[in-house]
């Protein structure tokens, strides 16, 4: 079940309100013969989160399907930070000296021989609580029934946004519903440009990485026929090779003109896709031009 964009706080006794965390959506299969997590799509990410499986292997007594989200908690900012959690999505091994993550917990499906999907969300929420104890790496998201102050909390403290579920809503597969919403707060953030996209001998576009040298998407918005100008001249006195042994799919077919000294720049956009791309970036300010 995924909630629908809105821009509205839903109002009135029939809704709850969680926050909005910012990781990855994982099924949680626990029973006697082990645990397996799976994404949205159904990839198997057992082996990906082994501090996950720990975590719900105390709870193994009987047959359970839970539903949450995988997400690193900042200790400094106190909030989640999603690209630690997409550096763990894109590694092939996983260090000792990795972060760990938590796995936030919002819906129970089944528990042991019973089918609880249609089940009202209220009763479902307080049926997790029974069947999942305090455990290490793992914790339940709390129910609120105020949204208007929880999005302000939220928006105050950098969180992701709100979500507003039905409170009698049953569980349904995908967005076939109009039972569960989320409002999101824009991201922004400061990154790199390492590279200009070209087009006819112009500047297009800046090709932006985060703090882990990773590409996280181009970035055009914002810019102006000055700037593109004198990021052009920037440009033609910092040459350097390619930032990256492999181009990212997005970039294959560009003309890219990579920065020796790349530019710190401040970017804002409405959230990350799934892949660890930002959607509807917009530049807010370029260092140094």
């Given at each position: ?93 996983i260090s000792m000296h ?58 105050e403290r950098g969180w ?130």
């Amino acid at each position: 079940m995924a909630p629908i964009s809105t821009e509205q706080i839903t109002t009135g006794e029939e809704w709850g309100y969680q926050l909005k965390w910012d990781g990855v959506r994982i099924l949680a299969g626990v029973d006697p013969s082990g645990v397996s997590l799976y994404s949205r799509k159904l990839l198997d990410k057992t082996s990906l989160y082994p501090e996950v499986v720990q975590a719900l292997s105390g709870l193994n007594e009987r047959r359970l399907l839970l539903d949450g989200e995988v997400v690193y908690f900042h200790p400094e900012l106190g909030r989640p930070v999603f690209q630690k959690v997409l550096q763990r999505e894109r590694s092939r091994a996983i260090s000792m000296h990795a972060p760990l993550f938590t796995y936030v917990l919002f819906d129970i499906l089944v528990d042991g021989d019973q089918d609880l999907r249609k089940l009202p969300y209220l009763e479902r929420h307080h049926r997790l609580k029974e069947a999942v104890s305090a455990t290490p790496g793992l914790l339940i998201a709390d129910l609120f029934l105020e949204g208007e102050h929880l999005w302000n909390w939220a928006e105050e403290r950098g969180w992701e946004g709100i979500v507003m579920k039905r409170l009698s809503s049953p569980y349904r597969e995908g967005k076939k519903h109009r039972d569960w919403y989320k409002k999101k707060i824009a991201v922004n953030m400061k990154a790199t440009a390492v590279g200009l996209i070209m087009r006819e001998g112009r500047v297009a576009s800046l090709v932006i990485a985060d703090d882990e040298g990773s590409y996280i998407g181009r970035a055009s918005l914002g810019l102006n026929e000055q700037t593109k100008k004198k990021l052009l001249q920037y440009a033609e006195s910092h040459q350097a090779g390619a930032a990256w042994h492999a181009l990212h799919n997005d970039l294959k077919k560009e003309q890219l003109a990579w920065l020796s000294q790349p530019l710190t720049v401040q970017v804002t956009f409405l959230e990350w896709s799934q892949d660890g791309m930002m959607r509807h970036p917009k530049l807010v300010s370029i260092e140094g031009v």
